[in-house]
């Protein structure tokens, strides 16, 4: 039996990329959408508009996503703009498509 979980370490910016949020989710989808709602009305991602997601990986223990999203999180915004560029070097949002918007 295959417990395999997913464990995501996200980065998302605003529509101007000037501001950056690195969080940790199990579940991205659900994550995402409770940004771009604006559930938290308090919270970061409301307060500085951030719903595109730029970045994202995987792991498959919560330790790790834990452990990695702590690493980008002391990073200056330099490495985070080349970890970012890494993959998604036009800023794209990837989750373009996912939600009825």
């Known amino acids: 039996m295959n ?8 980065i998302l910016t605003n529509r101007h990329n000037r501001v950056l949020y ?8 659900t994550r ?4 771009r709602r604006k559930d938290d ?4 991602t409301t307060r500085y508009n951030c719903w595109k997601l ?6 498959c223990y919560i330790e790790n996503a834990i452990s990695r999203e702590k690493q980008i ?13 890494n993959i998604n070097p036009d800023w794209r ?8 918007d």
């Open 73 to 85: 999180k002391a990073g200056n915004r330099a490495r985070k703009v080349a970890l970012i560029e």
């Open 22 to 29: 690195t969080g940790v989710t199990n579940n991205i989808h």
């Open 54 to 59: 730029v970045y994202m990986e995987d792991h």
């Open 93 to 100: 949002d990837l989750a373009e498509g996912w939600f009825d």
């Open 32 to 35: 995402l959408l409770s940004h």
């Open 3 to 10: 417990h395999e979980r997913s464990f995501w370490v996200y």
């Open 41 to 44: 009305p308090v919270g970061f």
